[in-house]
């Protein structure tokens, strides 16, 4: 498979899995081919959740030691797809304006997110891992927004029958890459409610660019959310847990962004013969039950 069939089939699958109903989507700012010929045939692929310029080095050792590695893909954006990072993250105005926030309240929650994103990446060596693969010649992807949209759709439809909180651990602990986090010491858990308490409505915090703004969060209750299913907690959110009755489950960074990408891999290799070589936090299963 060309490089860019991969590229077009990863935008694909993102707009497949897209959680917003279709006339409101828009490209991906956050996914972009970085370095490489759009012509070259792939048939190895490493693949990883953080791709920085250790794992590049990594990927040119394997290189000498005879393995091939055509091309690297990225989960986390680099690059110009970290400098469009900011923009990507309106995509969670779109999905509160889903859960019943208008439109100017759902900016109004997200807007200071963006607006510390876009500032703090004036900071940022964002294209250092780009020039690393450019110095070495190997073609990188990064690839999120639809990647998360992957792990978005697939736990909305498995997560959908549980009832209690504890169902929904238990949903979780089927899933491969949950166990295998379970293994290395970071199970899913329940952050704000107990075993017992009520599913009730639940959202996906999963995809959007970046985590729920905490103001939302702070809101959700009232918009008649009983339960949020997250990757992850940042410290703002902790704080208003404290104060709300919503529940809170947290799966984990790492596995839930695994899961996205095995579920597109799975996809990608029925289309085409490609070696997978995991790494940079990426747990590579094939296997669900
Ligand atoms: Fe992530």
Redesign the pocket.
């Known amino acids: 498979m060309k490089l860019k069939d991969i590229y077009k089939f990863i935008l694909d699958e993102g707009e497949k899995n897209d959680p917003r109903p279709a006339k409101e989507r828009h490209k991906y700012p956050d996914t972009a081919v970085l370095h490489g010929d759009p012509d070259k045939i792939i048939y190895n692929i490493m693949v990883g959740?953080d791709i920085g310029a250790a794992e590049v080095i990594i990927g040119d050792r394997v290189r000498i030691g005879g393995k091939k590695i055509d091309l690297i893909l990225s989960?986390?954006p680099l690059g110009t797809a970290e400098a469009n990072y900011a923009s990507a993250m309106h995509m969670q105005a779109d999905l509160l304006q889903l859960i019943g926030f208008n439109g100017k309240m759902a900016d109004k929650l997200n807007n200071p997110d963006i607006e510390r994103i876009q500032r703090n990446l004036y900071l940022a060596n964002h294209n250092k891992v780009v020039d690393a693969t450019r110095i070495l010649n190997i073609p990188l992807i990064c690839a999120?927004t639809p990647i998360?949209n992957l792990t978005w759709s697939f736990l909305n439809k498995h997560v959908a029958p549980a009832e209690k909180l504890g169902d929904i651990i238990d949903v979780l602990r089927k899933i491969p890459e949950y166990r295998h986090a379970e293994k290395i010491g970071l199970p899913p858990a329940i952050i704000n409610g107990g075993q017992n308490d009520k599913v009730g409505k639940f959202w996906l915090d999963m995809t959007g660019g970046n985590p729920l703004p905490y103001g939302a969060v702070k809101k959700m209750k009232n918009m008649g959310i009983d339960t949020i299913i997250a990757?992850h907690l940042f410290e703002k959110t902790a704080e208003t847990l404290k104060r709300s009755e919503i529940n809170y489950i947290v799966c984990g960074?790492m596995a839930?962004?695994s899961l996205g990408l095995n579920l597109f891999l799975d996809r990608l290799l029925q289309r085409s013969k490609l070696s997978v070589t995991p790494c940079g936090g990426f747990h590579r299963v094939s296997e669900r039950i």
């Open positions: 959740i989960h986390h999120h998360d990757m960074h839930s962004d």
